[in-house]
């Protein structure tokens, strides 16, 4: 059985657990800041990194250890640095890529916090940054320079769920000289792996499906060991390293990312077959539906469609908010991730400080709504959105 290779279901469970010293079945919290040498030449060594060992929780953590470990398994990445947020995971990945006078290349679809990060914060520090089509190859390779660095994407996009060739981005990325970061957040390891498909490094917010239950913020940054040097450089210095008990909850949550997004990806399926039939619904955005434009891309690329579905409907604003006010089980948040059911309107939430003009031309109407599908019974989440099934 040496050889036998675990099944990514399996890596879930039981990769990563190595630091059990009382041969506890369940993963300990270490909360502690520092660490005890036996001697001082013991800690001289461990401060010379002739001996391997903690030091001091901003630099290594056993409990943030052994989540790194896990999702690094599941990634397929040599290496993983966790982070106390997702955001401070895209700044770490930054940080370690890109110096000031360099360029990136993002799409414009990304999360609304990283354009804010891309376009406003790094901007003050020298960083430029082009937005382009997430969608259209020719837009990354014109954008290009000479000190282009880093292409950021994030697939599927939120909320329009438009997807984009990871494998052919990464080969126009490496002839631009650059590496290319995706932020696998929506999809997971267990539905999507950039990293097989060529990206260079894998962003996360651990917030979301990694936890699976809404409880804690954090993030991960994963890729070859030579590209992390920098970005773990970054974070022991400056400091959004996760916290023990972060991580432990994330280390819980990995246990059952399969079986969860499995069971996203079902519901959101049924859920997203379904609103296509409603007559208060004009248009439904899933990769999983063949309707999808690029449904054969989804399929080739992600394990299943993933468990965020959007859908215009007919009416506007005024209609959708009807939708979101009239629901009793579905949560108002604009999170996503959780074994709740959330519903948001993009428009008026994540998506208000972008300009009506942008917004109209990224497809954003003021009728889209979106629902992250939870782990509730289909036909309860359903049954909350009975208002689709006339016109609104
Ligand atoms: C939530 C989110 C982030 C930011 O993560 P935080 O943990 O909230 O900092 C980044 N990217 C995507 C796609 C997200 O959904």
Same mark, same amino acid.
């Given at each position: 059985m040496s050889d036998h290779q675990w099944h990514p279901e399996t890596l879930s469970v039981r990769a990563g657990s190595e630091h059990t010293p009382y041969g506890e079945n369940s993963e300990a919290i270490f909360l502690t800041s520092s660490f005890v040498f036996s001697n001082a030449a013991q800690a001289a060594a461990r401060f010379g990194g002739q001996e391997p060992g903690n030091i001091y929780s901003r630099f290594t953590n056993p409990t943030v250890t052994m989540f790194q470990n896990k999702l690094a398994a599941l990634e397929g990445a040599e290496s993983c640095v966790a982070t106390s947020s997702g955001m401070s995971a895209i700044l770490a990945c930054v940080m370690g890529v890109c110096s000031a006078g360099d360029h990136v290349v993002a799409s414009r679809s990304i999360f609304g916090t990283s354009v804010q990060l891309f376009s406003n914060i790094l901007k003050r520090w020298g960083l430029e940054t082009t937005f382009v089509s997430l969608t259209d190859p020719d837009e990354w390779r014109a954008a290009s320079k000479a000190n282009t660095k880093l292409f950021f994407v994030e697939t599927p996009s939120n909320p329009l769920t438009e997807i984009c060739d990871i494998a052919l981005l990464a080969d126009i990325a490496h002839e631009a000289g650059a590496l290319l970061a995706v932020d696998n957040c929506f999809c997971s390891p267990a539905l999507q792996k950039p990293l097989d498909l060529g990206a260079d490094i894998v962003v996360h917010s651990a917030t979301k499906y990694i936890d699976?239950?809404?409880?804690?913020?954090?993030?991960? &940054?994963? #890729?070859?060991?030579?590209?992390?040097? =920098? &970005?773990? #450089?970054?974070?022991?210095?400056?400091? =959004?390293?996760?916290?023990?008990?972060?991580?432990?909850?994330?280390?819980?949550?990995?246990?059952?990312?399969?079986?969860?997004?499995?069971?996203?990806?079902?519901?959101?399926?049924?859920?997203?077959t379904w609103l296509e039939q409603q007559p208060g619904v004009s248009r439904v955005y899933y990769p999983g539906l063949a309707s999808h434009p690029q449904h054969a891309l989804a399929k080739k690329q992600q394990k299943s469609g993933g468990a965020i579905v959007s859908f215009e409907v007919k009416g506007g604003q005024e209609a959708a908010w009807r939708l979101i006010d009239a629901t009793k089980m579905i949560s108002i948040t604009a999170n996503l991730g959780d074994a709740k059911s959330t519903i948001t309107h993009p428009a008026t939430t994540t998506h208000s400080r972008v300009s009506p003009e942008a917004r109209a031309a990224a497809g954003i109407g003021d009728g889209l709504v979106r629902i992250a599908v939870g782990l509730e019974h289909i036909d309860d989440i359903k049954a909350d959105l009975a208002l689709l099934s006339k016109s609104l």
């Open positions: 699976g239950q809404g409880r804690c913020l954090g993030g991960a &940054v994963l #890729g070859r060991k030579d590209v992390l040097e =920098p &970005v773990y #450089g970054f974070l022991r210095t400056a400091g =959004p390293t996760m916290s023990a008990f972060n991580a432990w909850v994330f280390l819980k949550g990995l246990e059952t990312l399969h079986v969860r997004m499995d069971a996203h990806a079902r519901n959101a399926l049924e859920l997203a």
